[in-house]
């Protein structure tokens, strides 16, 4: 089984900084693309970040890049998401997700991803 436990969202204000976690306890990080993605209330699921297993190349959404950064330990076999100079339309709840896939867009193929995340919710507010 693909397990996963998921922390890190909060209140933040904005410009703040938060950092979710993403550790896996039933399989290895590693051999695995490891997708972030976000869900606003009223909004549509979105691909915030991605690291692809094939090769680790990381993929952001425009609106993210130069603010977040995905990492991963792999002693820990938890994958990270930084986030910086968090903004309003940064909130939502945060999903990491993980496929045994690799070569696909991991931003925006949802299908290719067969376990996710219970999601942390992400408040981005003054």
């Known amino acids: 089984q693909l397990q996963f436990v998921e922390s890190g969202g909060g209140l933040v204000q904005p410009g703040g900084s938060l950092r979710l976690s993403c550790a896996a306890s039933?399989?290895?990080?590693?051999?695995?693309?490891i997708g972030w993605f976000r869900q606003a209330p009223g909004k549509d699921r979105e691909g915030v970040s991605c690291f692809s297993s094939r090769d680790g190349s990381t993929y952001y959404k425009d609106s993210v890049k130069g603010r977040f950064t995905i990492s991963r330990n792999n002693a820990k076999n938890t994958v990270y998401l930084q986030m910086n100079s968090l903004k309003p339309d940064d909130a939502g709840v945060y999903y990491c997700?993980?496929?045994?896939?690799?070569?696909?867009?991991?931003?925006?193929?949802?299908?290719?991803?067969?376990?996710w995340g219970q999601g942390t919710q992400v408040t981005v507010s003054t």
């Open positions: 039933a399989f290895t990080f590693h051999y695995y693309t």
């Open positions: 997700a993980a496929s045994a896939h690799d070569g696909f867009n991991c931003l925006e193929s949802e299908y290719e991803y067969a376990a």
